[in-house]
């Protein structure tokens, strides 16, 4: 009985510490998730302690220069003296030239220097501080464009490439990378023996001279340039910087500044592709007064290729170009060139027909042709190009003819004295032929070979005289 209200007594014990147990350890758990949390909360709170302190460091700027106390819609020193901007340019290069479009393309750093008391901050080191495109929005930079350009645009890989540099006592360096298409007013009267001055030009659009005064910072000093530029067609003779005024009737007197330079253009290659070869079309119309009168289709043919081939090289020296309202240099060589292939054509049908109406008065008169040619033969060589002199032939028809007869009737003849006889011949026959051409020339074909050659060299030598 006693060991029974023991055990019993020893049950109720554990039943009522046992909730406390797990009471603890409940409670131990929530210790320990408290714990895990206030960590996370302390990380979270020095997290946000950082972002503050990169908060406060942006409005520390912001108060240093003093950004959100002034209106930078309004230009430094508004109501006194204009706003001196200096300007400092460095180019980086001249991408291409077109005659067609009568415009250049020119990449370059574009840099501006103007003091602004409103950006002045105090400092002990003296040092300045950089920003990038993000505070340009916020205060007053210099509205410059640039006259008569077609299209620009600031370079925006991988960021927009601007810089504003703020030293402390205001002064402002404002840098940025632009890529600029401007016209440039050619003159193409002696081209491809030409020289062209371009220029670019950098205005203020909105402040005339009483509000913003543009000058160069360091004077003809300002203009840099790449040492590597180099144009395909052209040579860069000079890069020079100079200022002005421009006036508007209904805003007043700005200032100008203007980039220039002077371009000559590159002679040989259009010396081998437009030159050189009218130069050989213009002597290969020449061969004509070489060739026999009655050979029609090889002067003829002759004279038709190369003017086709002249006036390819024309219309090709066209397409190139712009439509202008003036006479080219090489327009001039050209068909001045085409003009000698045409004249040689032409002195080939003159030649032709006074031949002709010489031969038919001949033969009205004395009822066979003049010299050593009849009907049969200037019909052969109209047809063949070919010279057929009948006389000969038929001496030789004779000769062979004569030869048979005596091979049949058995008369021998010495064999040294027949050789002789064929080569001496044939030597008569060939120079026969040659003097032929040479006596029956036209006189036109005579004169013409002295006097095509001596004009086209006196023609050159005042053309080069003149362009180079």
Not at 8 to 24: E, K, N, R
Not at 397 to 402: A, E, N, Y
Request: with cysteine; hydrophobic share 40%; proline share 3%.
């Amino acid at each position: 009985m006693i060991l029974a209200s023991l055990l019993v007594f020893f049950t109720c014990i554990w039943i009522a510490l046992t909730p406390d147990a797990s009471a603890a350890s409940e409670i131990k758990k929530s210790h320990q998730r408290r714990s895990s949390s206030m960590k996370r909360t302390r990380k979270q709170e020095a997290r946000m302690r950082e972002d503050d302190s990169t908060k406060a460091w942006l409005g520390q700027y912001n108060q240093l220069l003093q950004i959100e106390d002034h209106d930078f819609a309004m230009r430094p020193g508004f109501g006194g003296s204009p706003v001196p901007v200096g300007i400092d340019v460095r180019v980086e290069s001249i991408d291409s030239i077109s005659e067609v479009n009568m415009d250049f393309t020119m990449t370059f750093y574009l840099r501006h220097y103007w003091k602004d008391e409103r950006l002045s901050f105090p400092s002990t080191t003296n040092k300045s501080m950089t920003f990038d495109h993000r505070l340009i929005k916020k205060i007053w930079v210099p509205d410059i464009f640039f006259v008569h350009s077609k299209r620009s645009f600031i370079h925006d890989t991988t960021v927009e490439n601007m810089m504003l540099r703020v030293y402390p006592d205001g002064n402002v360096l404002f840098s940025l990378r632009i890529t600029v298409s401007a016209m440039c007013f050619m003159d193409f009267s002696r081209f491809p023996l030409d020289t062209q001055n371009c220029s670019l030009e950098l205005e203020s659009y909105a402040y005339n001279e009483e509000d913003l005064m543009l000058y160069w910072k360091r004077g003809n000093k300002s203009l840099n340039t790449d040492e590597h530029i180099s144009l395909s067609q052209f040579f860069i003779e000079e890069f020079s910087a100079s200022s002005g005024f421009a006036f508007y009737s209904s805003t007043g007197w700005y200032n100008r500044l203007f980039i220039n330079f002077v371009l000559r253009r590159h002679i040989l290659f259009f010396a081998l592709q437009t030159y050189f070869p009218a130069m050989l079309m213009v002597m290969l119309s020449w061969v004509s007064f070489w060739i026999d009168q009655r050979a029609v289709p090889a002067r003829v043919s002759l004279g038709i290729t190369t003017v086709l081939t002249m006036s390819t090289i024309v219309s090709g020296m066209s397409a190139s170009m712009p439509q202008v309202s003036y006479i080219k240099a090489v327009d001039v060589y050209l068909w001045v060139s085409s003009l000698f292939v045409f004249l040689s054509v032409i002195e080939y049908a003159a030649v032709n027909y006074l031949t002709t109406v010489e031969e038919r008065e001949q033969f009205n008169k004395t009822g066979k042709l003049s010299g050593m040619y009849n009907i049969d033969t200037v019909q052969a060589m109209a047809f063949d190009g070919c010279y057929h002199d009948s006389k000969t032939e038929m001496d030789q028809t004779s000769f062979s003819l004569h030869s048979e007869e005596d091979s049949i009737r058995g008369i021998s003849t010495d064999s040294p004295s027949t050789d002789s006889s064929q080569i001496k011949r044939r030597q008569s026959l060939g120079g026969h032929v040659g003097r032929i051409i040479l006596e029956n020339n036209h006189v036109i074909d005579t004169y013409s070979r002295i006097f095509f050659p001596t004009v086209y060299i006196i023609f050159n030598l005042f053309y080069w005289g003149i362009y180079v």
